[in-house]
Structure formats: structure tokens, C-alpha cells
């Protein structure tokens, strides 16, 4: 599981616990290395004799914080030597790895069996939607381009009013499809591979609101807004803009 509110893995109380590196200073030292980053000290660990299974002080597996970090190498170590992918959970991970932007990772987790179009059961959220939720980020737009090259639904919509861990506090799902966030936070490539994936241009969420509402709410450029435009919605050519008419124009 994972706690995308402070995008930190968190123990899901499931799977097993050991004791033996707690009261190993050595290897808690390099096991708190590891999940400070240092993913590549996995092999060292290992070959101390540690469990590709073990855990830190709060029950976090090592595969996870691997995965938090989206080292692909020290995962198929982990798992060459007896850790199971299941390990990551029920999605096998592909959530977070869509959220954390780490699209080889979500590669690897899709050719092991990790279902590009199953929802969050509390949120009904997809991996789609959960590389959605940073503005104009390179690394999401190539998890995009892996979930929609695997088969992702781009119209799969959220449920109605369900708190949600994928931004920062106090925020809810409206019934969304990937299109809507990507209007609000995604660049003119991400909208479009959705597009050409087949979303729906006027798809409307809980209050009745189309993608094109969402990069309006959110004061998004002409450029974006003229990709959402649909039936009688259009943005003229020479449009300027308010910065820009306000200004006035200067008789010299």
C-alpha cells in the first residue's frame, strides 16, 4: 500500500515481519540506506545473508521501497531471490509507479500481470488517473504512453465524492475521466494521446463539467483549450489575451 499523501510506502500489515536486522545495527544501517534511496545497496544486503523478504522497523518490505524509487534491476534481483511481486499488492504496484512517473517500472509491472485498468477499490481511480495529478511532468507523459500502448480505457471514470490520496489534502473524486485531469494538469501531448486513444471529448463528471470546464476552472492556455473544444465551444484564431486587451494600444 501506499500513502500517496506523503508519497511515502507505508506498512499495509500484511506480510511477514523480521526481527533478525533490528537488532543488527549494521544491517539496519544499510537497510535505512536503502530506503533513503540507496535501492542499489539491495545486493550488498543480500549477500550478508539478509531475506530478499525483509522488512524495515515499521514492516515495510524492501521490494516496496524499491519500487517507491522505481529500481526495476534491484526488484528483479528481489524477486530472483525468493520475494514476490505480489508483494506490491493487489494492483502489483502499478499505481504508485504511475503516480511516482516511473514508466519502467510500470513497463515491468504491466509484462508481469499487473492490470492496466483496474481501479482503486475505495476510489475507483486508474493508473491513468494516477499519472495525472502533476503539471506539465515529462516522466507522466511517458507513463501515458505505456498505458495507453497496454491497452488503458482512457474513459474509465472515478467514483462521486470518495477522498482521495493522489493530491495534497481535502480533495475528493468527481466522477472523472483521465481527459478531465489532463485538462487541468496535462501538457498538449498528454491531451491529445488521449484523444487519439478515443477519450471523449465532452465526457461530464459528477456536476455536469466537461474536460473543457476543468482547463477553463483551471486557467489553462488557448493552446490547451483548443484541443477541448467541442459543438459549439471554439476560441477564435486571433483571440488575445485579457493581459493582453487590457493593455490598450498606445497612438505613436
Known amino acids: 500500500m501506499l500513502d500517496t499523501l506523503n508519497a511515502r510506502p507505508v506498512n499495509s500489515g500484511v506480510g511477514p515481519h523480521r526481527t533478525d536486522m533490528q537488532n543488527d545495527n549494521t544491517s ?9 534511496g540507496r535501492t542499489d545497496l539491495v545486493f550488498d544486503y543480500l549477500s550478508e545473508g539478509h531475506s530478499a523478504n525483509s522488512t524495515d522497523k515499521d514492516g515495510v518490505s524492501l521490494i516496496k521501497w524499491c519500487a517507491y524509487y522505481g529500481d526495476v534491476s534491484a526488484i528483479r534481483f528481489l524477486l530472483a531471490n525468493g520475494e514476490s511481486i505480489n508483494s506490491l499488492g493487489e494492483d502489483l504496484g502499478l499505481n504508485a509507479a504511475a503516480f511516482h512517473g516511473h514508466w519502467r517500472l510500470c513497463q515491468f509491472l504491466i509484462e508481469n500481470g499487473a492490470d492496466v485498468n483496474r481501479p482503486l477499490a475505495d ?48 480533495c475528493r473524486t468527481k466522477a ?19 484523444l487519439d486513444a478515443g477519450a471523449t471529448i465532452d465526457a461530464k463528471d459528477m456536476n455536469g463539467d466537461s474536460p473543457l470546464t476543468w482547463a477553463s476552472w483551471h486557467l489553462r492556455p488557448d493552446s490547451i483549450l483548443r484541443k477541448l473544444c467541442y459543438g459549439d465551444f471554439s476560441i477564435r484564431p486571433e483571440r488575445r489575451s485579457m493581459e493582453i486587451n487590457l493593455l490598450g494600444e498606445p497612438h505613436v
Open 28 to 36: 539496519r544501517t544499510m537497510f535505512d540506506r536503502i530506503a533513503d
Open 123 to 170: 476510489t475507483g481511480e486508474t493508473p491513468l488517473h494516477a499519472a495525472l495529478c502533476n503539471a506539465n511532468d515529462l516522466a507522466h507523459n511517458y507513463v501515458i504512453k505505456v498505458l495507453l500502448a497496454n491497452g488503458a480505457n482512457p474513459n474509465c471514470a472515478t467514483k462521486e465524492s470518495v477522498e482521495t490520496g493522489s493530491f495534497m489534502r481535502d
Open 176 to 194: 472523472e475521466t483521465p481527459l478531465h485531469r489532463a485538462a487541468a494538469f496535462g501538457d498538449e501531448e498528454t491531451i491529445q494521446l488521449l
